[in-house]
């Protein structure tokens, strides 16, 4: 049984800075690629981030490079999203999402998900 609890969400104003934190209770969160996705009110889950077993290969979507970053730290099980510069359409629900795999950008081959942060950038 995998449970992800992301944490961190919240309210900011543009330009600003949050940080989430995804936990993972398993101990073989080291044999899972992590991701990062989110979900805009009326619109579909879209990827954000995604990265390695390791951490040493990452993936950003397009509309988040050079402003967030992803990491992760297999001692505590922890994966972490650095959000630098949010912008009001960064206003989403962000789930973390596992696959014991090579990272993916798709999320139809992630089978584990999180339940979801809030995160909300005013103008």
Excluded: H
């Amino acid at each position: 049984q995998v449970l992800l609890v992301e944490s961190g969400g919240g309210l900011v104003q543009a330009g600003g800075s949050l940080r989430l934190s995804c936990a993972d209770s398993r101990r073989t969160f080291s044999n899972y690629a992590m991701a990062w996705f989110r979900q805009a009110p009326g619109k579909e889950r879209e990827f954000v981030s995604a990265i390695s077993r390791s951490g040493g290969s990452i993936d950003y979507a397009d509309s988040v490079k050079g402003r967030f970053t992803i990491s992760r730290d297999n001692a505590k099980n922890t994966l972490y999203l650095q959000m630098n510069s949010l912008k009001p359409e960064d206003t989403a629900v962000y789930y973390c999402a596992a696959r014991p795999s090579y990272r993916d950008v798709q999320r139809q081959n992630y089978p584990y998900w999180g339940q979801g942060t809030q995160v909300t950038v005013s103008s």
